[in-house]
């Protein structure tokens, strides 16, 4: 086989921009000894190549296996050019910026020759904490237009020095034109609050001074972590607030000057076996701690913790049996970390209810000390922070640490943001027609999503919009994202709750810009995000989607949060629901558990039979203390006691029976995840499996012939639970027991709406399904029946990927022209 | 009572009943309308102000008043809140067949006596009976003219930066009120509604604070709508102090039990006052001065750089939480 010269174009389609790719195309045909140009344009990268062909297969080959690391190719196209081409040799063209679709890339962990340069005194960068390459660092947290130059960041103001440009301007350096490159003598600075001598920038005056500086800085932190403070340290999205996470005395002065008392906190480690000394670490989930994301990984706690490492405190996450990790992702962090060698709190500095602190001023202001200054009654500080580690490279975009949890059948994200957003999620192909969509998300756990020429862009976990601060930060990243995007939205999406600030946004925006707008069902929504990110075709048949969650708006004003629908993108309707409850004093039921046991119970049995059966059981003792002749009163004359379909409000009644927080959850979920945590995966598969003589509770499956639904009716699992709490069973036993009962009247539902639909899949979506018990026993028995089950890897179940079934529905809905429940 | 025409049994109904309750000049002549000289209306001021409402309430007694002392408070607050001297009313009635004509008595005389304490007339009026389910035992519409002085400019788009919030004492009370009657609540300690009438307190105050830019009644939807309309409207921002917000302590614990945001609960004896930063002072020792201004106390202020429109509440645990207008009821939003 002859090999001759010829010419081909290359289409390099995906995030290619900004992570180093031309500079590997430019070494790749080098090497290859290939003429011609590579440059950025609006569609990717694309490259020209004149040469050998067997050369320019061994190119093409290598190019996919050898891109860089934060590269990510959705496809690469080649045509021979018949036309004569003269490139005397291969170059690197300058972009030319016009609009179209660029990825930006997400923040990226500290890559191994970067940690490796810190590491080394002879070393330019030796100790420098903002050491950063195209293959690593800061990105979405730094970019405030575009396109992704320096000039459009946060380090627009550190000019380069000749060494660095140096590196900046050469195609075979790994810093070719990577923005947020610098050094001690040109890049950003650390800076200590309360400062000293030694650690002040006064002493710094020369490079060398620089490291000692940093030595220094780095020698105090070192010892206020030994000696047990709180130190708050700006990372890549936002503060932290960082402690010795084995010190259990500073762990709990952490919660305590931080009002946070339950949510489990995270923990940074330099590296693996610190990890693996108080936890089972998976394959799965090593990949995932050490990808470029670094995002914190939920991980089973070892029963014994390696006896080399201190205990931890038992104060990090109470009631869990997982533990939050992450490793440490910036220079700085790993220069911490190094020094430390423990296991370190690292979680983020926010005041209750507020959004992650990002700006010097504030933190030094809210962090270092709180003044209560609106507060006349209230005027004296506290301390959250003892020390104050902070830099002048701004954060343009705040970005939570993101948290992910790998099981059996892959992984789930439970927040989505730093090392992920605002990566595209790529559509089935069906969507490319899909533009200019922009849906706006749920409250809670707040995101936005584009659609852009087929492909959804979502954005980083905003959080709640009812608080001021993440809203005006949400607005902020709306207006930010539509920049980067190019993006100009020609019709909008939002829930059907007509109290959520993110629909009045939306309806705000449509009014304003004349703007078609959208109402997505928010269940519908959650079916439909599962489906988007498996890349399901917008014409696919109905699917069986069921949505577990704590609250959504319904069709006709009703609380729906426990659901089957029959769903495709464009509609869905209900074919089966929890039995609706009445939430007792709606938002209160959220915030109190035992308001939903209450409920429960009263719907299961008569006061009298309770209290004569179970009268000296726990809960009934609580039931006593509350101001029981109101809530009857409330119930009978339904003030304030709408009826919900909700699986969270189930579980959160259970727990509450079993004593776990009856009286109040300090986050949304809280008493469910306990309850999970208790269930015995052995005592569990017993009870599933076909033959189990073991008792188990019933949770019934009744056709409503008013409703036309299948209900699933958990009256007749009361007095069975509550015998087993006057049997001084175990938490755990009945934990288990609900657990399975509440699956197979899950299956048997699927089983029934089998023989009247035909579906063949079913689509598991809703915060309660990032219960790992519940989803993965539905999943393996869902895929037994020949079913394909359909759940979350890429967005978060809960109302975090809201936005994105939004988006897509939206799509589907436009492209069939049928705009049905268009609200204004 | 029975329901049906005009006759002889009407009549007598009406004298029985209203004649001898509100007896007046002007009423007592019995012709198809008041009359009044402009003269005698303009000593008051410049302007006439001009307002009805309707009163339907369940249950029709409750704590702190009945149907008949709201429906004269409600239009004489309604007037009072421009600027307005309250002078005369209207007085139309809608009254459930089989209704007892004591209950009825007992609500004309409490109009009566609101009427007389708050030194308006009522100068006309008029009476049906509708047969038994075409209407809750009483409806009562009230229509109301003031005149307004010349000086008095309010207005609800007139709120500017560094305006102080105002209101004349404790939230939520007769919401709470209503609620607890209507659902015979059992709560431990009563509350009475504070349902009254505020022109009094609103002449003390304008003419302590004459720069004040807008008062109005909190009536249903509470504080939070109010300060809405008024961020709306002014397409400025504000902010208030959950610590500086007067909520008796019954009130916040009967709240906390139902899951209701006491911001939203009606008032009826309520004023929300934007007043000037520097006459806010003189405007809360006025109304300290007078009974129904008591606990009056200044709840927030409008911000110098707030978003239009959005009004946000610094909460005691040092946060911020948008607080926004309802488009329906409270509905929960945690998922
Ligand atoms: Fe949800
Ligand atoms: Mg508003
Ligand atoms: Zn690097
Ligand atoms: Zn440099």
Redesign the interface.
């Known amino acids: 086989m002859s090999s001759h010269v010829i010419n081909q174009e290359v289409r390099v389609k995906g995030t290619v921009q900004g992570v180093g790719f031309r500079p590997t195309v430019y070494r790749l045909a080098l090497e290859c000894q290939l003429h011609g140009e590579v440059s950025n344009d609006c569609d990717g990268v694309l490259i020209r190549v004149s040469g050998m062909d067997t050369k320019i297969k061994e190119f093409l080959n290598r190019l996919s296996v050898e891109a860089p690391p934060l590269a990510k190719i959705d496809s690469i196209t080649h045509a021979v050019i018949e036309r004569a081409w003269d490139y005397r040799d291969f170059s690197i063209r300058g972009s030319s910026h016009s609009a179209g679709r660029t990825d930006i890339a997400a923040d990226a962990a500290s890559c191994p020759q970067c940690l490796q340069e810190i590491n080394d005194p002879n070393n330019r960068r030796y100790l420098y904490p903002f050491t950063n390459c195209t293959h690593c660092g800061p990105r979405l947290s730094i970019v405030n237009a575009i396109p992704y130059d320096r000039c459009h960041t946060s380090m627009h103001d550190f000019k380069l020095c000749a060494t660095c440009a140096a590196e900046y301007r050469n195609p075979l350096d790994r810093r070719f034109h990577a923005q947020p490159t610098a050094c001690h003598e040109c890049g950003p600075r650390l800076f200590l609050s309360p400062d000293s001598p030694a650690t002040s920038i006064d002493s710094a005056i020369s490079p060398l001074s620089l490291i000692q500086r940093t030595q220094s800085i780095l020698d105090v932190i070192q010892q206020a972590l030994v000696e047990g403070k709180i130190i708050a340290i700006k990372g890549l999205g936002g503060f932290h607030l960082c402690c010795d996470a084995s010190n259990h005395a500073s762990v709990e002065l952490l919660r305590q000057r931080k009002h946070r008392y339950a949510k489990p906190l995270a923990l940074m480690a330099q590296d693996m076996s610190v990890v693996r000394s108080y936890c089972q670490v998976s394959e799965q989930e090593e990949q995932h701690l050490r990808s470029p994301a670094a995002p914190i990984v939920l991980l089973n706690r070892l029963v014994q913790a390696d006896a080399n490492f201190p205990a931890l405190s038992s104060a990090i996450a109470p009631g869990s049996h997982l533990l939050g990790f992450m490793l440490a992702y910036t220079p700085l962090h790993h220069l911490i970390c190094q020094r430390f060698g423990k296991a370190l709190v690292m979680t983020s500095a926010n005041l209750s209810g507020e959004p992650q602190i990002t700006d010097n001023e504030e933190a030094l202001e809210k962090l270092l000390r709180i003044h209560s200054a609106n507060n006349e009654s209230d005027t004296t500080d506290t301390e959250i922070a003892d020390l104050v580690l902070y830099h002048d490279r701004p954060i343009a975009n705040r970005i939570d640490d993101s948290v992910v949890r790998c099981h059996a059948f892959g992984v789930q994200v439970l927040r989505r943001a730093r090392g992920y957003a605002p990566r595209s999620i790529a559509l089935h192909s069906s969507f490319q027609e899909a533009d200019q969509i922009l849906a706006y998300g749920a409250e809670l756990k707040s995101t936005f999503c584009l659609i852009k020429q087929g492909s959804a862009i979502l954005s980083q976990h905003q959080g709640d919009l009812e608080d001021v601060k993440t809203c005006d930060d949400y607005e902020k990243n709306l207006t930010l994202f539509k920049n980067l995007f190019e993006f100009s939205p020609k019709h909008l999406a939002c829930d059907l709750h007509p109290e959520y600030i993110s629909t009045k946004l939306a309806q705000a925006q449509a009014q304003s810009k004349n703007l078609p707008l959208l109402g997505v069902q928010h269940h519908h929504a959650h079916i439909a995000s599962a489906m988007a990110e498996n890349g399901l075709s917008r014409t696919h048949a109905k699917a069986l989607g069921i949505a577990f969650d704590g609250l959504g708006y319904g069709d006709n004003a009703e609380l729906w949060g426990g659901e089957f629908l029959l769903a495709d993108f464009c509609e869905s309707h209900r074919v089966a629901r929890l039995q609706p409850i009445a939430l007792v004093g709606a938002a209160q039921a959220m915030l109190q558990p035992w308001r939903n046991a209450y409920a429960q119970i009263r719907n299961s049995m008569t006061w009298t039979t309770f209290q004569e059966r179970y009268g000296t059981t726990k809960i009934a003792e609580f039931f006593e203390q509350q101001s029981l002749a109101t809530i009857d009163r409330m119930l009978q004359a339904q003030v304030n006691c709408p009826l919900a379909s909700s699986a969270g409000r189930l579980f959160d009644a259970v727990a509450a029976a079993l004593d776990i927080h009856p009286d109040k959850v300090q986050f949304e979920g809280q008493a469910a995840i306990t309850l999970e945590s208790l269930v015995d995966q052995n005592y569990l598969a017993q009870l599933l499996r076909a033959k189990s003589t073991e008792p188990c509770y019933q949770i019934e499956v009744l056709n409503n012939p008013i409703t036309q639904l299948y209900e699933l009716n958990p009256a007749a699992m009361w007095p069975a639970l509550l015998d087993d709490l006057n049997l001084q069973q175990s938490q755990s036993k009945i934990a288990t027991r609900f657990h399975a009962a509440l699956i197979q009247a899950v299956l048997k539902t699927v089983d029934l709406l089998r023989t009247q639909h035909r579906f063949n899949e079913v689509v598991l979506s809703g915060g309660c399904m990032q219960n790992e018990v519940l989803s993965t026993a539905l999943q393996s028995a869902i895929q037994e029946r020949g079913l394909v089950c359909i759940t979350h890897h890429l967005v978060p179940a809960n109302d975090g990927g809201i936005a994105l079934g939004q988006a897509a529905i939206a799509a589907a809905r436009i492209a069939k022209n049928a705009l049905s429940t268009e609200i204004n | 009572l029975a329901h049906g025409g005009g006759g002889k049994a009407m009549r007598d109904l009406i004298d029985d009943v209203f004649i001898n309750a509100f007896s007046n000049s002007s009423l007592n002549t019995l012709e198809d309308q008041a009359r009044f000289q402009l003269s005698d209306l303009a000593q008051y001021g410049d302007r006439l102000a001009m307002t009805t409402d309707s009163y339907v309430i369940d249950p029709i007694f409750f704590p702190g008043g009945d149907i008949g002392k709201l429906a004269i408070c409600g239009t004489v607050n309604d007037l009072a809140v421009g600027g307005a001297k309250p002078l005369y009313l209207t007085c139309a009635m809608i009254i459930e067949e089989g209704m007892q004509v004591s209950t009825l008595k007992q609500i004309v005389q409490s109009m009566a006596d609101t009427a007389k304490a708050a030194g308006v007339l009522i100068v006309t009026g008029d009476t049906k009976v509708v047969e038994r389910g075409s209407c809750d035992k009483i409806f009562i519409n009230t229509a109301g003219i003031g005149v307004i002085k010349k000086d008095y400019q309010l207005g609800v788009h007139k709120a500017q930066a560094h305006d102080r919030i105002l209101v004349n004492g404790y939230l939520g009370d007769h919401g709470a009120a209503i ?1 607890n009657a ?7 300690s009563p509350i009475e509604s504070d349902c009254a009438p505020l022109h009094e307190l609103i002449e003390v105050l304008l003419n302590a604070a004459p720069n004040t830019r807008f008062i109005r009644d909190a009536t249903r939807g509470g504080i939070a709508s109010v300060i809405n309309e008024i961020a709306d409207a002014s397409k400025c921002g504000i902010e208030i ?1 959950e ?2 917000t007067p909520i008796r302590n019954e009130v916040k614990g009967f709240c ?5 945001d006491p911001l939203y609960l009606a008032n009826e004896g309520k004023l929300v006052a934007v007043v000037p930063a520097a006459e806010t002072a003189a405007a809360l020792a006025a109304m300290r001065a007078h009974p129904l201004g008591r606990d009056a106390a200044d709840i927030g202020y409008v911000l110098e750089d707030g ?1 239009a429109g ?1 009004v ?1 509440m ?2 005691s ?6 607080v ?1 207008m ?3 009821e ?6």
Do not use: N
């Open positions: 609620l209507r659902g015979d609540m059992h709560l431990s102090q610590t500086a906390e039990i139902l899951g209701l978003r959005r946000q610094q909460t645990f040092g946060g911020k939480r948008i926004d309802l488009v329906g409270q509905l929960p939003r945690i998922c």
